[in-house]
């Protein structure tokens, strides 16, 4: 029998088999490093010494394939169960706040009268709860000295002080430099109107006699000439100057030490101021009295006439 002659393929057929051959090697290749890359791979945690699992293993084994990321952070399940959840991110701390709802407008105090001042709290995140809540009351006029100040404990939202400044107009502040942890909230503007109300009256306790340098215990020379400066500072109940104080100032020597006054009374500051001369070495004690009351003292040594003045 004669065999059946096979003819040859066309040679443009053979072409195009070869390429698809070829571009299918292609696509099963690029396929295959696909599902390589993103096929879910087991992380294996290996056992600890403490609980049977190691999380800083885990944290260095995690692929792409283990994560899910979201608008908190990255988190983590393990082949075992074992998921690890990311710490949240940390808030800007806020402090706390008080804010002052009395007195409010304008008020009118006698002074050595009671002020009360109410407040409301609100918390705050990322500090410790504030221990007090300070305000005070303070001058209108900026050349005005004396201010005072009121502090109670941040949760009471309630606190009453004595007023003691002199008479005059005031406003409600706070403190210049807050505490980080604590802010305020003031009414727009508070006054308040200080009365003289209580009479003031001359306080020992809060009085002074010292040198012109500060101190209380001086020297000068008996010569009769070198001169000696002390000064009387006289304050009331308060520890505010009481000015209109007839101060006398004596020795203890008597005569032998000459006194001489600077003054009729006590200037607007409470002062008065006194000079003191001598003749007669040794030692004397100075003592200063109002209304018959004795308020302070200090020491005089009186050097040969020959020394020098050493005032």
């Known amino acids: 029998m004669a065999k059946e002659e096979r003819k040859p393929l066309d040679v443009a057929l053979k072409y195009r088999i070869k390429l698809w051959a070829a571009s299918g090697l292609f696509l099963l290749f690029i396929f295959s490093m696909y599902f390589i890359r993103h096929a879910p791979q087991e992380i294996i945690v290996p056992p600890s010494t403490t609980n049977g699992s190691s999380f800083s293993d885990v944290a260095k084994n995690l692929s792409a394939s283990t994560t899910n990321t979201t608008s908190t952070g990255v988190e983590a399940t393990s082949s075992s169960g074992t998921t690890i959840k990311p710490t949240p991110p940390s808030l800007p701390p806020k402090p706390f706040m008080a804010t002052l709802t009395s007195p409010a407008g304008s008020v009118t105090v006698e002074r050595g009268k009671e002020i009360t001042f109410r407040w409301e709290t609100a918390s705050g995140t990322g500090y410790a709860v504030p221990t007090y809540v300070t305000f005070r009351i303070t001058p209108e006029t900026v050349n005005e000295k004396h201010e005072q100040s009121f502090s109670f404990p941040f949760s009471a939202g309630k606190g009453t002080g004595t007023i003691t400044v002199l008479p005059g107009s005031y406003v409600v502040t706070v403190p210049a430099i807050a505490e980080k942890a604590l802010r305020y909230a003031l009414p727009e503007r508070v006054s308040v109107q200080v009365t003289p109300g ?112 050493p005032q």
Request: with cysteine; glycine share 8%; net charge neutral.
């Open 198 to 309: 209580v009479p003031a009256r001359v306080s020992p306790s809060n009085s002074r006699l010292e040198f012109k340098d500060g101190t209380t215990s001086g020297k000068i020379s008996g010569d009769g000439v070198c001169t000696a400066t002390v000064i009387v500072s006289v304050n009331d109940q308060y520890r505010y100057p009481f000015p209109g104080a007839v101060v006398k100032l004596s020795s203890s020597r008597g005569s032998k030490d000459t006194i001489t006054p600077q003054g009729s009374a006590t200037n607007e500051n409470g002062e008065i101021r006194f000079t003191v001369t001598s003749k007669t070495t040794g030692y004397a004690t100075l003592t200063a009295g109002v209304n018959d009351v004795d308020i302070d003292t200090v020491s005089l040594q009186v050097l040969s006439k020959n020394a020098t003045c």
